[in-house]
């Protein structure tokens, strides 16, 4: 891989006010009629299914479940008057290594989609996430093989089936990302976030947007959700410092970039908290989740996240019963009102969205470094670090320190509190980013010897 | 806190510390299996409890690991001299069709750590799998992990093929994972569930009256 220098000269965010929800440098249109980022906050909703064995004799039932959740969702948009909706279909593995399963139940939804579209107006979108099945082998073989193979062929039918949007939850370089996390060992990180993960974001990526280009789909976005979101979930859960899980956030933007340099246009994926740097960097729009995903996983980020959004997702739900209605319809409702909410207050001028943007950070952002690091401000200072960058190792690096430096200073401030024990991880990571060398060369060597009992592939990413 | 150097070592997680607290004390004449009951094992304890208190997390966890596997290569070729046991063995993994493998490592180190000898699978294993796995290694606990509710079937596909083997009464079966329940547990017959990777090693112990 070339060490390419981003395409993404400066920010296109150029103000902190500029950073707020609904509103985009680069708009996408998509689907029937339905624009993202262009003002107004779009609901995304994603569901899945119950406790289920994906097999031959159970595939019945299971189209069945997704033709009642789809319709069961839209009615309930229909009903609140929801002008737009965007439904996610994020496949189940078996899906996405038997590629056919997954182009049907996409065809299955659009074909429901459509005929609320049709009937009601509503403007809306059916975006596919196929599944990154690469690791299904161990160590995993990352450009070829059968589980690359069906992959490419899920994003090739995906629009025949009636997909608008293409995206994916890549997981180039966890391999070494995973052991790396639980031992807080920083240049393991790094090496996996700055080094391998953008090496297999370009392949990958290329792929992608080409095969969008020729189908006429939207190219739309990745995620660190391999990487920052179990770094979130193991911080809830006290397995790692939260100041860890927030570094790996703002560690996880680089990598992420690359999709857009290839030529993916947004909206980022919902999972994506670190999606208010892409919006600030590369102007994409970005869906973002929060308290809405409540019933997918815990989180500290509940609020924060909604001040920048651009689409907003309840992330997945199960389709069982609760007292109201299917838990589908429940998602689907909040996500329409919390959207109101939102587009009410862009109706109020830039002022009326300022102020509940400071109202939905200020909730958050004291009590959580993930969060603080979400801040408008904390997102331009860093991203400003970030661009000044030349390649994804360095603006990795950088990323960290500007981080660790925003959290020092937050702290300092009193804008950010953390617990002693925080505190003295904060300082156990700088001392470890310091080390970080700014030779990339000199790092990827080290780096190749310290892992080559890995469970993992070097070649498979270029090295 | 036990004023010694390789529970020391241990606790704090310095590696070649408790290698060479081990030498030391052997040159002595200290008996292994007392150095691993009286110390390593108060050790990893203590870590254990500092972990549940919020005091540690899991980096400082498998540091102190890592030490005590450090002290456990010299000790483990005399403790089989003795006939010393583990505490007991587990056979782990990560059920059919999910990759998860994280939180099943993390307990897998934390058995280790607790003293068990662990037999780890990996990931995507099916029902004959953790079978043979236990016709060969006689293990006293199968741990099974899982993070999709879709795969979840596959701990009850498992308990099933146990009992179909006919060596279900002969191993304790304990399930962990984000979406698991101690309702799902009691629901396909397992004897034990868990939340955590700290609690798995407390539910080992319990299951086996350690």
């Known amino acids: 891989m070339n060490n390419r220098v981003i395409s993404m000269a400066g920010l296109a965010v150029a103000s902190v006010e500029e950073l707020v929800f609904g509103h985009a440098p680069h708009p996408v249109k998509c689907g029937n009629g339905l624009t993202i980022g262009a003002g107004r906050v779009v609901p995304e909703i994603n569901f899945t299914l119950p406790p289920v064995e994906i097999s031959p004799s159970t595939w019945p039932e299971i189209e069945l479940q997704y033709t009642e959740m789809m319709t069961a969702v839209c009615e309930r948009a229909v009903d609140l008057g929801a002008p737009e909706l965007l439904v996610e279909f994020e496949t189940l593995p078996p899906m996405t290594v038997d590629p056919s399963l997954g182009a049907s139940i996409t065809s299955l939804l659009a074909s429901i989609l459509h005929t609320v579209q049709d009937r009601h107006g509503i403007r809306s979108a059916l975006r596919l996430t196929p599944n990154d099945t690469r690791d299904h082998r161990r160590p995993p073989l990352m450009r070829s093989g059968d589980y690359w193979e069906n992959m490419v062929r899920?994003?090739?039918?995906?629009?025949?089936a009636g997909a608008d949007l293409l995206a994916i939850e890549s997981t180039g370089g966890k391999e070494i990302h995973d052991e790396a996390l639980m031992n807080a060992d920083l240049e393991g990180i790094v090496y996996a976030l700055g080094i391998l993960a953008p090496r297999d974001m370009e392949f990958l990526w290329r792929h992608m947007v080409q095969i969008c280009h020729d189908t006429g789909i939207v190219a739309s976005g990745d995620t660190a959700c391999g990487f920052a979101n179990t770094a979130m979930a193991l911080a809830s859960q006290r397995m790692i410092p939260k100041v860890l899980a927030a570094l790996v956030r703002v560690a996880s933007v680089p990598r992420g970039l690359i999709a857009f340099q290839q030529g993916a246009i947004g909206p980022s994926k919902d999972c994506a908290y670190e999606g208010p740097y892409f919006k600030a960097i590369a102007g994409v729009p970005i869906s973002m989740e929060g308290r809405s995903a409540a019933c997918a996983h815990l989180s500290p980020l509940g609020n924060i996240p909604m001040a920048t959004c651009d689409c907003w997702s309840n992330e997945s739900v199960q389709n069982v019963r609760l007292?109201?209605?299917?838990?589908?319809?429940?998602?689907?409702?909040?996500?329409?009102?919390?959207?109101?909410?939102?587009?009410?207050?862009?109706?109020?001028?830039?002022?009326?969205?300022?102020?509940?943007?400071?109202?939905?950070?200020?909730?958050?952002?004291?009590?959580?470094?993930?969060?603080?690091?979400?801040?408008?401000?904390?997102?331009?200072?860093?991203?400003?670090?970030?661009?000044?960058?030349?390649?994804?190792?360095?603006?990795?690096?950088?990323?960290?320190?500007?981080?660790?430096?925003?959290?020092?200073?937050?702290?300092?401030?009193?804008?950010?509190?953390?617990?002693?024990?925080?505190?003295?991880?904060?300082n156990r990571l700088e001392s470890q980013a310091m080390l970080l060398t700014e030779d990339e060369e000199k790092f990827t060597a080290q780096m190749v010897e310290k892992f080559k009992d890995s469970p993992y592939i070097a070649s498979e990413y270029g090295l | 806190?036990?004023?010694?150097?390789?529970?020391?070592?241990?606790?704090?997680?310095?590696?070649?510390?408790?290698?060479?607290?081990?030498?030391?004390?052997?040159?002595?004449?200290?008996?292994?299996?007392?150095l691993v009951s009286s110390f390593m094992i108060p050790a990893m304890d203590e870590v254990g409890k500092r972990f549940d208190e919020g005091e540690y997390f899991v980096p400082e966890l498998l540091i102190s690991a890592r030490a005590m596997k450090s002290g456990m290569e010299l000790l483990r070729p005399l403790l089989a001299e003795t006939g010393a046991k583990p505490v007991g063995t587990v056979v782990v993994g990560t059920v059919r069709g999910d990759l998860h493998d994280i939180g099943k490592n993390l307990v897998a180190s934390m058995l280790e750590g607790g003293g068990f000898k662990v037999i780890d699978l990996g990931v995507d294993v099916g029902p004959d799998k953790f079978t043979a796995a236990i016709t060969?290694?006689?293990?006293?606990?199968?741990?099974?992990?899982?993070?999709?509710?879709?795969?979840?079937?596959?701990?009850?596909?498992?308990?099933?093929?146990?009992?179909?083997?006919?060596?279900?009464?002969?191993?304790?079966?304990?399930?962990?994972?984000?979406?698991?329940?101690?309702?799902?547990?009691?629901?396909?017959?397992?004897?034990?569930?868990?939340?955590?990777?700290?609690?798995?090693?407390?539910?080992?112990?319990s299951l086996l009256n350690a």
Not at chain 1, 154 to 160: H, I, Q, R, T, V
Not at chain 2, 6 to 33: F, I, K, M, T, W
Not at chain 2, 164 to 174: E, F, L, N, Y
């Open chain 1, 323 to 426: 007292l109201s209605a299917q838990a589908p319809v429940v998602s689907v409702d909040q996500l329409v009102f919390d959207c109101r909410l939102l587009n009410q207050a862009s109706l109020d001028g830039r002022d009326g969205a300022l102020l509940l943007r400071k109202w939905l950070e200020n909730s958050d952002a004291l009590l959580d470094p993930q969060a603080y690091i979400l801040k408008a401000e904390i997102v331009l200072s860093i991203a400003a670090r970030i661009v000044e960058q030349p390649t994804p190792y360095l603006q990795t690096r950088a990323a960290l320190i500007a981080a660790i430096d925003a959290l020092t200073k937050g702290v300092h401030s009193g804008e950010l509190v953390l617990s002693a024990v925080e505190l003295h991880w904060l």
């Open chain 1, 154 to 160: 899920l994003f090739s039918s995906a629009a025949g």
């Open chain 2, 1 to 34: 806190m036990i004023d010694n150097p390789l529970y020391v070592a241990v606790l704090d997680g310095d590696a070649r510390g408790a290698r060479s607290a081990v030498e030391q004390a052997l040159a002595a004449g200290a008996d292994p299996q007392d």
């Open chain 2, 136 to 205: 060969e290694h006689h293990p006293d606990i199968v741990a099974m992990s899982a993070l999709l509710t879709t795969t979840m079937p596959g701990m009850k596909a498992t308990i099933d093929e146990l009992t179909r083997a006919g060596i279900r009464d002969t191993v304790k079966v304990m399930i962990g994972g984000a979406p698991v329940t101690k309702r799902y547990a009691m629901e396909i017959g397992a004897d034990a569930f868990s939340e955590s990777a700290s609690g798995a090693v407390r539910e080992a112990k």
